[in-house]
């Protein structure tokens, strides 16, 4: 074997310089593309978050039976049966009067699928609750005029999870703000 028979065959592979040319560029796409796609996906949660607060929202305070139940008691426990302020799914526990017992085999999940909202199979969780993008229940309240003039306000606690009360939970999403 000659000489130039024997560089041709060191170069069928790879030097290790190579190899570390095309490790460090692809480091370098994945640097930028890893961070580029979160971001897109949590804007992406945020506007899923928001479309369905807002729809929520309208819904219950547009639909006839939460002014009837209103009648009988607390507006809010058509949807918050135990008032925790989280949308309820399936009322297996109950305190409520008998109107709102009587709905129970329905389920509160019945009263929210009865909005004609579509809700997807993983806007609801193993509960029938509703659920936002990051798969946490949605939260309720009502006091009459407060939620951008209307009576009810629906609420995701965002991205991190935590209190619309807590003085870092600045990425709620509500019904009552539309955020950019
Ligand atoms: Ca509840
Ligand atoms: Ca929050």
Known sequence: MCTEDLMLLTRKGFTLIELLMVLGIVAAITSIAVPAYSAHRDRSRIQDAQVLVTALAGAIAGDGRTVFICTDGPMRRAWDLDEDEIIDGDPAHSSASAALKARAPQG??????????????????????????????????????AFGGGDVGVFSLGPDGKSIDAPTAVDDITSWEIKP
């Open 108 to 145: 509160y999940a019945g009263l929210v699928n009865d909005l004609d909202l579509n809700l997807r199979a993983q806007q609801v969780d193993a509960g029938r609750r509703p659920v936002d993008p990051w798969g946490r229940p949605l939260h309720i309240r009502w006091q009459r005029n």
